[in-house]
């Protein structure tokens, strides 16, 4: 049977990135992974296990990465929300860890993928220096920490007026979930 981990960013004491119309980043992340936990084991054909990291109370980081290690996770995904003082700054994008297993490009390809499919109005944040769209990195610790393949994938901006309104719409939060739970469907 599959294990999947859920990591839905930030959460309690941390709101995350605040962004137009107060949008809180943390908020933006946990119902999407929500959904996506709820998504997954429905479009499995075999059994498959998902868990979810917190469910708003903000857990530790450290916490999160020992509970995918701990339960001996196929594929760790952890779900946020840009922010930055330029609020021209927009788009989704996907990391993973440099180096990291193929599972995690492939899924990371298929969001892309997928968000392009949902979302043609927003900007996808690519970087195919590698031969793949992810963005590569060692220094993300839910990447660097994790046991098993991982990738973060970032929503979209909070402080950009675009991508905070599809951030805070519900029918769009439930299609971002659809899009990734499909991903990581298509990937086991």
Same mark, same amino acid.
């Given at each position: 049977m599959k294990?999947?981990?859920?990591? $839905?960013?930030?959460?309690g *004491?941390d @709101?995350?990135?605040?962004?137009?119309?107060?949008l809180?980043?943390?908020?933006v992340? %946990?119902?999407v992974?929500?959904r996506?936990s709820?998504l997954l @084991?429905a479009?499995?054909?075999? $059994? %498959?296990r998902?868990?979810?990291?917190?469910?708003g109370?903000g857990a $530790?980081?450290?916490?999160?990465?020992?509970?995918?290690?701990?339960?001996?996770a196929?594929?760790f995904v952890s779900i946020?929300c840009?922010?930055?003082e330029n $609020?021209?700054?927009?788009?989704?994008?996907?990391?993973?860890?440099?180096?990291?297993p193929?599972?995690?490009?492939y899924?990371?390809?298929?969001v892309?993928?997928?968000?392009?499919?949902q979302? *043609?109005?927003?900007r996808?944040?690519?970087?195919?220096?590698?031969?793949? *769209?992810?963005? /590569?990195?060692r220094?993300?610790?839910? %990447?660097k920490?994790?046991?098993?393949p991982?990738?973060l994938? /970032? %929503?979209?901006?909070?402080?950009?007026g675009?991508d905070?309104?599809?951030?805070r719409n519900p029918?769009?939060?439930?299609?971002?979930a659809?899009a990734?739970?499909e991903?990581v469907?298509?990937?086991?």
């Amino acid at each position: 049977m599959k294990h999947i981990v859920i990591d $839905p960013g930030h959460g309690g *004491p941390d @709101p995350g990135a605040i962004g137009v119309y107060g949008l809180r980043e943390a908020d933006v992340n %946990l119902s999407v992974a929500l959904r996506v936990s709820e998504l997954l @084991p429905a479009l499995s054909y075999a $059994p %498959l296990r998902v868990t979810i990291t917190h469910q708003g109370d903000g857990a $530790p980081l450290q916490n999160r990465v020992h509970l995918a290690n701990e339960v001996g996770a196929d594929l760790f995904v952890s779900i946020h929300c840009n922010g930055h003082e330029n $609020p021209f700054a927009h788009g989704y994008e996907v990391w993973t860890y440099r180096g990291s297993p193929n599972l995690a490009d492939y899924v990371a390809g298929s969001v892309y993928a997928n968000f392009r499919r949902q979302f *043609p109005e927003m900007r996808s944040r690519e970087d195919w220096s590698d031969g793949d *769209p992810d963005k /590569e990195t060692r220094r993300l610790a839910v %990447l660097k920490w994790t046991n098993m393949p991982a990738l973060l994938i /970032e %929503l979209g901006f909070v402080t950009n007026g675009d991508d905070a309104r599809i951030l805070r719409n519900p029918d769009c939060q439930d299609r971002m979930a659809q899009a990734i739970a499909e991903a990581v469907h298509d990937a086991l």
